[in-house]
């Protein structure tokens, strides 16, 4: 298949990698033009770590060049971008291409149902809980891909179409994908959030100062129990909602392949394997400018939705607005756009089960 990329950072460059790797062929496209420069100099994409090799996937001079040449297309930006991503392709998504977006976060894939339902299009938008690929970028072309998971949660909308979404996923990086029904789900199945708050809140310093530390090894005893807590508030607000999803130590096993224990000794396992990571070198990480606003911030109102509040979700999100002197709350563009704060939990589960229909801007299914 033909996978068109929105994205040239860690996390596309490794997906390009797994797609060629598969048999498959890769298109990027940086929407600054300058991650991709290299590739268009010629240079093959080097990839070291869980994947080895050398790749060449094509580049795209524009939104709707990809979209035109892709059978699928994959969002793999930070979600501060992915309004951005999905007003750039949406006017180009033909009818039945399926959009998946790795990963999802603050409901992006209803805002995208929306802008494609004004056009009268309707195709699979599969929601992955988490990344196929971790890694991290080494230089123009080169990224080193710490781990491919085994298993990621996926959810289609509309949810009619999951079958189509679940083939898709399937057919391009293999029998992996967990297929959770319900968009809800999703939404509550993203674990970086609550664990880059846990991280970056107790290693902040070390973060500012520019150090060079592992991620893995830092997680201690009592920096774990913190991201049990917090994963129990996400829990709590996924039994209200009648929802099943991962818990944070099958995250850990499954994806990083280590045995099932305390959050901090799977750490340090990982961290003896040589695969717990380096934390970030810069406070201007995504840990925080990403996964406060697009990740804490979008779990604490539906905390508030199902009657469970997140307060420590809440309590990480007033905290680093201190540190940062800004309003996190306020940061998040997709859920402003969608109008979150003005709907009920029913429009909202209506919503992610059917996404919207019909034209014109507010068309969907009824309250």
């Given amino acids: 298949m033909r996978a068109g990329i929105v994205g040239a950072g860690s996390i596309a460059f490794g997906t390009a990698c797994l797609l060629e790797q598969m048999g498959h062929q890769a298109m990027l496209w940086s929407p600054s033009g300058e991650r991709t420069r290299a590739l268009l100099e010629g240079k093959p994409l080097a990839a070291v770590g869980a994947i080895e090799g050398e790749f060449n996937p094509s580049v795209a001079p524009g939104p709707q060049a990809l979209a035109e040449w892709s059978d699928v297309l994959v969002i793999a ?3 501060y971008a992915h309004k951005f991503a999905f007003d750039a392709i949406s006017p180009f998504v033909r009818e039945g291409q399926t959009v998946i977006i790795s990963s999802h976060a603050s409901f992006g894939a209803l805002y995208l149902s929306r802008e494609l339902a004004r056009r009268g299009v309707r195709s699979p938008i599969v929601a992955w809980g988490t990344t196929v690929v971790t890694g991290r970028q080494e230089g123009p072309a080169k990224v080193n891909v710490s781990t491919v998971r085994k298993k990621v949660d996926i959810a289609t909308v509309p949810s009619s179409l999951s079958g189509n979404g679940l083939a898709v996923c399937r057919e391009l990086f293999g029998d992996r994908f967990v297929d959770r029904q319900s968009l809800m789900a999703i939404a509550l199945s993203n674990l970086n959030p609550q664990n880059h708050m846990g991280i970056a809140l107790c290693n902040l ?3 500012e100062r520019g150090e060079v530390w592992s991620q893995g090894q830092n997680v201690t005893p009592k920096v774990g129990r913190l991201l049990e807590e917090l994963d129990r508030e ?9 929802l099943g999803v991962r818990t944070i130590f099958e995250h850990f096993h499954l ?18 394997q040589g695969n717990g990571g380096t934390g970030p070198a810069t406070a201007d990480s995504r840990y925080v ?10 779990t604490a109102k539906l905390g508030r939705l199902a009657g469970r509040p997140a307060e420590l979700h809440e309590s990480g999100i007033r905290i680093f607005s201190a540190l940062y002197g800004r309003d996190f709350n306020s940061e998040n563009d997709l859920l402003d756009a969608l109008g979150i704060d003005g709907l009920s939990l029913a429009r909202l589960n209506a919503l992610s089960r059917d996404g919207y229909t019909g034209g014109g801007a507010d068309a969907g299914p009824p309250e």
Wanted: glycine content about 4%; aromatic content about 4%; hydrophobic content about 50%.
């Fill in 77 to 79: 930006l930070p979600a």
């Fill in 289 to 298: 400018l990403e996964d406060v606003p697009f990740g804490l911030v979008m």
């Fill in 205 to 207: 310093t070390r973060m």
């Fill in 255 to 272: 994806s990083f392949h280590v045995p099932m224990s305390t959050i901090s000794q799977m750490n340090q396992e990982m961290h003896a």
């Fill in 234 to 242: 996400r829990l709590a607000i996924a039994e209200a909602l009648g």
